[in-house]
């Protein structure tokens, strides 16, 4: 360990970054495993303890970024703060859409499957779009690409407005409960997990102040 | 040195390379400082010399002045060099300056004392970064309260320095021909012979060159720690994640010792660890080593003054300075029985800190200003 400070030195925001990005793979994994017990009607037990071990992974991570947050202020000074102040809110948003894959898979734990159900392929491809958002929120984390990240709010808001209006259509569907229920509950986890990777995208482009509002500053995006 | 906005510094940084010569440079210019101090003195003449000094004959008078001074310049490394500076030109003895080097360890601890004062709206915190900065506080004055009784009865600090001093350059009372002595050794006389084209007046002729000697080892000393702050900013930052990761003990006194060698100032590795207290990013059991790290390394500095000096007194003081911080963690820190108390201490002032926040301020002026002018004024 003494011997770390004779090594070359590189960023500790730069490491920072990297953990963050791999934070955002871990809460993937956790999302795709998941929601492909609730789809396919697999065991949930096969893959409890993976799910387990992932969420831990994701708070130790976000607790030891943070810990290196604090030490980078006390060494660096004020210069970053407005980036530390960001990546505070970041990773609290990554460590909640991990908390949200459990609540998901704490859904198949109660005995929901969707597996056999006719609305099956619809669910199958929201998953997938879903999935293929933390992928890019992770890409646009990196390279801060202004006009991507734009695209990507703007099909973020629009499934949101999608994921809200089912949850709408179920609330007031004339299917019985044990049908209508767990559908509306997991398109809120959804609508929930798309609303925090929109303001992991927003928090990497925006200045702190506008992190989780809208232009206007009237609208909360996060959806927590 | 005019200091570029943030975002403009982030653009135009200073190449690293530029940086490293800019320290080597620096640490060139501190080192005429040091020369300039001890030729000012010696050119002041014996009766001056011995009307300045006659005051700090007793150890604890001296021991106080350390303090003062030490606060007054917030830097251990400045006041330490001044002593080697003084002790170089003959003018103080290894038996006055080995109280003096003590005082400058306490003085030193004022600087974290400070900065966890920002702390004092928020309790919490409060506790956290008081409790990090006096533990500090009690190490060095328990150190003092053991080693300077011992050395007063004993010598067993300054004859070890003398001894390994004498093997290296040389027995006490010789002048040893010091390489770097040589090549600041044109500087000071040419500041000596321009100053003469104003004055004869030896007193003032002296003062002059230690008035400037002074500047010259404060400034470099300031500019020496901001630039090698910068340079190992990203070593110094993943050092102290490794304190965090590993937790403290041995490796985190080595660590505290290396940044602040690095550095040049345990004032910067001790007052970074009080926002990392203050936020409870640090215990204050992994804090307390890298402090005693940073005692450690800042004994550098005097010994680096002492290459610019031609007498092996000079490098006796400095070895002084680091025998007795690394005597002090083989008796308080690797000792069990003791390596709690000044954790203990540090927790109960912190508790009444907190409990009357105008104590913690009463604490710090009475400790570092008030007992040592009461002390200055009983014992001189």
Redesign the interface.
């Known amino acids: 360990?003494?011997f770390?400070?004779?090594?070359k030195?590189?960023?500790?925001l730069d490491h920072i970054a990297h953990t963050t990005i791999s934070m955002l793979g871990d809460a993937r994994h956790s999302f795709d495993l998941a929601s492909t017990v609730i789809l396919s009607g697999a065991d949930p037990k096969a893959i409890g303890a993976d799910i387990e071990a992932t969420d831990e992974r994701i708070n130790k991570a976000e607790q030891?970024l943070?810990?290196?947050l604090?030490?980078?202020?006390?060494?660096?000074g004020g210069?970053d703060i407005g980036l530390v102040l960001g990546y505070t809110l970041l990773l609290k948003k990554i460590e909640r859409i991990g908390d949200q894959a459990k609540n998901i898979f704490d859904l198949a734990a109660d005995g929901v499957s969707l597996s056999n159900d006719d609305d099956i392929d619809e669910f199958v491809a929201r998953r997938q779009e879903i999935s293929q958002m933390y992928v890019e929120a992770a890409d646009l984390l990196a390279s801060h690409d202004d006009e991507k990240a734009k695209d990507f709010l703007a099909r973020s808001l629009a499934l949101n407005d999608i994921c809200g209006a089912k949850v709408l259509e179920y609330m007031h569907t004339e299917q019985p409960g044990s049908w209508a229920v767990p559908r509306a509950v997991l398109y809120r986890y959804w609508k929930r997990i798309v609303a925090n990777l929109a303001g992991i995208v927003t928090s990497a482009i925006e200045p702190v102040q506008n992190i989780d509002y809208l232009d206007d500053g009237a609208t909360d995006i996060t959806d927590d | 040195m005019p200091k570029l906005p943030p975002a403009l510094a982030r653009f135009f940084p200073l190449p690293r390379a530029v940086r490293a010569v800019l320290v080597l440079l620096l640490i060139y210019i501190f080192l005429i400082g040091v020369s300039s101090l001890e030729g000012g003195i010696k050119v002041m003449g014996k009766e001056t010399q011995e009307s300045l000094f006659s005051n700090v004959d007793h150890p604890l008078a001296g021991l106080f002045v350390g303090i003062l001074g030490t606060v007054l310049v917030q830097s251990s490394s400045a006041s330490t060099s001044v002593i080697v500076g003084l002790v170089a030109s003959g003018a103080l003895g290894v038996d006055a300056a080995v109280p003096m080097i003590m005082g400058a360890n306490i003085g030193t601890t004022v600087t974290n004392t400070l900065v966890s004062l920002g702390h004092v709206r928020q309790s919490h915190e409060f506790r956290r970064a008081f409790a990090a900065a006096t533990v500090h506080d009690f190490f060095n004055v328990m150190a003092v309260a053991i080693l300077l009784p011992l050395e007063l009865a004993t010598n067993v600090l300054s004859d070890s320095a003398e001894w390994i001093s004498g093997k290296m350059v040389g027995s006490a009372g010789t002048e040893w021909e010091s390489p770097i002595k040589k090549w600041v050794k044109e500087p000071v006389n040419w500041l000596k012979d321009f100053l003469g084209n104003f004055t004869d007046n030896p007193t003032v002729l002296g003062t002059s060159m230690v008035i400037i000697g002074l500047v010259v080892v404060l400034s470099s000393l300031i500019f020496i720690t901001k630039n090698m702050k910068t340079l190992i900013a990203e070593r110094l930052e993943r050092s102290m994640n490794a304190v965090l990761g590993r937790g403290g003990g041995f490796v985190a006194i080595l660590i505290g010792m290396l940044v602040t060698v690095a550095v040049q100032s345990s004032s910067i590795t001790t007052s970074i660890l009080i926002p990392m207290s203050a936020a409870g990013v640090i215990t204050l059991r992994n804090a307390y080593p890298v402090t005693l790290g940073a005692n450690v390394g800042t004994t550098i500095t005097a010994l680096l003054a002492a290459l610019a000096a031609s007498r092996p007194e000079a490098l006796t003081v400095g070895l002084v300075h680091t025998l007795f911080n690394v005597t002090a963690i083989l008796l308080l820190f690797v000792i069990p029985i003791f390596r709690p108390v000044p954790i203990m201490l540090a927790e109960k002032l912190a508790d009444v800190a907190v409990y009357k926040r105008m104590y913690a301020v009463g604490y710090v002026v009475g400790t570092f200003i008030v007992l040592p002018l009461v002390g200055v004024a009983i014992f001189r």
């Open positions: 360990m003494v770390s400070f004779f090594k030195p590189d960023s500790a030891d943070r810990s290196e604090v030490v980078h202020v006390a060494v660096q210069g």
